[in-house]
């Protein structure tokens, strides 16, 4: 095995907001922007046939601001995903990844997802077809291994297939996916963390960009795990904690400029969810992406409460107005 080197140059994909249902919608993407210039987002994982035959606009609409900002595809059709990717293309996105690390009970029964990692030549097909659709990179998000295929020897196997095909850059989330008895929450959780194998991935194929994600809580593990990799992908602890991204762009990409403040971030989502609202967008689906702003802070519960209370306010000025005399 080759020795592990430092990686050289600071890749796109240094630091990322991993895809997250539920979570990572454009209101999120937007407040995250307004905290990160350089962090790399991605979208919640949306269908392939829902984007082909459901309201594309709506699926793929996101502000110029949000770049970069790859869409994260689920599907197992190589034809479907290669019209995907071409509407990618044309929507602006700046990469398009195929999910082939969710271990929904739901989306395993398609086909796709996690359960994908079963048939590495159907998914170099699928990203051949990708690749060929549309100037797009395409990457590919996965897991260690999958149910009783999880040894370190299958997932290389997995990669330089996949590899062949065109794929540059894999997103490891350090777990395996276990597709029976463990709900999705507990995939996140129960299966342990094996970050040296994501390492040794690194080793054995320099010439990828290889980027960990699973368990990373801070900007301090993020920073160790570049020491070795070409990137982190931060999930939950983003979500939860969203201000640790203002540190980003300094600490992990020696970007002179200070980090934002919370009045001056607030302000600038205010005026966001003030022509969201007026597009006839729910305050509750802006707001409800702020609750953790103040995570650790004095005012933090008070806070917390007004996000929640979001649903039986109607006037999104009152709200904000409230939201800032408690950050004071």
């Known amino acids: 095995?080759?020795?592990?080197?430092?990686p050289t140059q600071i890749p796109a994909h240094r630091f990322c907001v991993a895809p997250m249902m539920d979570r990572t919608d454009r209101f999120f993407r937007y407040l995250v922007r307004l905290l990160s210039r350089r962090t790399f987002l991605y979208t919640e994982?949306?269908?392939?046939?829902?984007?082909?035959?459901?309201?594309?606009?709506?699926?793929?609409?996101?502000?110029?601001?949000?770049?970069?900002?790859?869409?994260?595809?689920?599907?197992?059709?190589?034809?479907?995903?290669?019209?995907?990717?071409?509407?990618?293309?044309?929507a602006g996105y700046d990469e398009i990844n195929l999910n082939c690390g969710c271990p929904s009970p739901r989306v395993a029964s398609g086909g796709f997802g996690a359960a994908l990692m079963l048939d590495p030549a159907l998914v170099a097909e699928c990203v051949s077809a990708m690749a060929e659709a549309s100037p797009l990179p395409v990457t590919v998000k996965h897991r260690l291994g999958v149910d009783e295929r999880d040894?370190?020897?299958?997932?290389?196997?997995?990669?330089?297939?996949?590899?062949?095909?065109?794929?540059?850059?894999?997103?490891?989330?350090?777990?395996?996916?276990?597709?029976?008895?463990l709900s999705p929450r507990e995939n996140r959780e129960i299966p342990p963390l094996r970050?040296?194998?994501?390492?040794?991935?690194?080793?054995?194929?320099?010439?990828?960009?290889?980027?960990?994600?699973?368990?990373?809580?801070?900007?301090?593990?993020?920073?160790?795990h570049l020491r070795l990799l070409d990137g982190v992908m931060v999930g939950r602890a983003?979500?939860?904690?969203?201000?640790?991204?203002?540190?980003?762009?300094?600490?992990?990409?020696?970007?002179?400029?200070p980090p934002p403040q919370r009045h001056a971030v607030l302000a600038e989502y205010w005026a966001f969810a003030r022509r969201e609202v007026a597009a006839g967008t729910p305050l509750p689906r802006l707001a409800r992406h702020l609750t953790g702003l103040l995570r650790g802070q004095p005012g933090a519960r008070r806070w917390r409460r007004?996000?929640?209370?979001?649903?039986?306010?109607?006037?999104c000025d009152a709200l904000f107005a409230e939201l800032l005399a408690a950050a004071a």
């Not at 035959?53 to 197992?76: K, N, T, Y």
């Not at 983003?238 to 970007?255: G, H, M, Q």
């Open 1 to 6: 095995m080759p020795a592990m080197q430092p």
């Open 45 to 90: 994982m949306v269908a392939a046939r829902a984007l082909l035959h459901g309201d594309a606009p709506r699926l793929l609409r996101f502000d110029p601001r949000e770049r970069p900002l790859a869409l994260q595809v689920g599907g197992s059709v190589p034809e479907e995903l290669a019209a995907c990717a071409r509407l990618a293309w044309c």
């Open 151 to 181: 040894s370190y020897e299958a997932l290389c196997a997995f990669v330089a297939r996949v590899a062949e095909a065109g794929c540059r850059t894999f997103l490891v989330h350090a777990r395996k996916a276990w597709l029976a008895g």
């Open 195 to 224: 970050p040296g194998w994501v390492e040794r991935l690194k080793a054995d194929f320099p010439h990828l960009e290889i980027v960990i994600n699973g368990g990373i809580a801070d900007l301090e593990q993020a920073a160790a």
């Open 238 to 257: 983003a979500y939860e904690d969203p201000w640790l991204l203002a540190e980003v762009d300094a600490r992990l990409f020696a970007e002179p400029s």
């Open 306 to 315: 007004l996000c929640a209370e979001a649903s039986r306010v109607r006037d």
